[in-house]
């Protein structure tokens, strides 16, 4: 498995999205999701024996997902397309609350992302975890809560931004993702 975090296949084969190529910026937001999901369905096989080393094979392209796709995927949602929505949707779309509710699962999102690299990164570097129970149960809440927000953010979010975004600020997004992608 490529260790090159912008190449590398996702557990399950999926494709990492190219690293600078963004197009349209909802349906890059929309491919990241459904690679989200093959690795939720990954997660959920390998953790499915209750033993680490069955994730210890895998542990090293889970970090790079971890560490550099979802973080950008996240920062993405949080600086361009939340603020986005927020200025562009109308009263009724009611969307203010669920765009609270998915900033603070980001949040919680972060704190659970960083037990999962400690742990993570010990399992990729060739060591036996202390507590091996700790990140099983981390992955497995990790696996329900994503498949959670992916759902609002499919079934909702994404919807409403094919909607209500206008050419210019899918534009803008995609320039400022591209730059993201590119370390800028
Ligand atoms: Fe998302
Ligand atoms: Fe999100």
């Given at each position: 498995m490529s260790q090159n975090t912008e190449q590398a296949a996702a557990p399950g084969g999926a494709d990492a999205p190219?690293?600078?190529?963004?197009?349209d910026p909802i349906e890059h937001l929309m491919a990241e999701h459904a690679r989200q999901r093959v690795i939720c369905d990954e997660l959920e096989r390998l953790i499915e024996p209750m033993q680490a080393a069955a994730v210890q094979p895998e542990a090293e392209t889970l970090l790079a997902f971890l560490t550099h796709e979802l973080a950008l995927h996240i920062a993405d949602e949080e600086k361009d397309l939340f603020p986005l929505l927020a200025a562009r949707c109308?009263?009724?779309?009611?969307?203010k609350g669920l765009l609270k509710q998915l900033q603070r699962e980001h949040e919680m999102d972060e704190d659970l992302v960083d037990f999962l690299r400690d742990d993570l990164a010990v399992l990729a570097r060739g060591h036996t975890l202390a507590n091996p129970t700790r990140l099983l149960i981390n992955l497995r809440e990790f696996v329900v809560t994503q498949r959670r927000h992916l759902g609002w953010e499919d079934e909702t979010v994404l919807p409403l931004a094919e909607r209500r975004l206008t050419p210019a600020d899918r534009e803008a997004m995609a320039g400022r993702m591209a730059a993201r992608r590119r370390g800028a």
């Open positions: 190219a690293a600078t190529a963004v197009g109308l009263p009724e779309d009611n969307l």
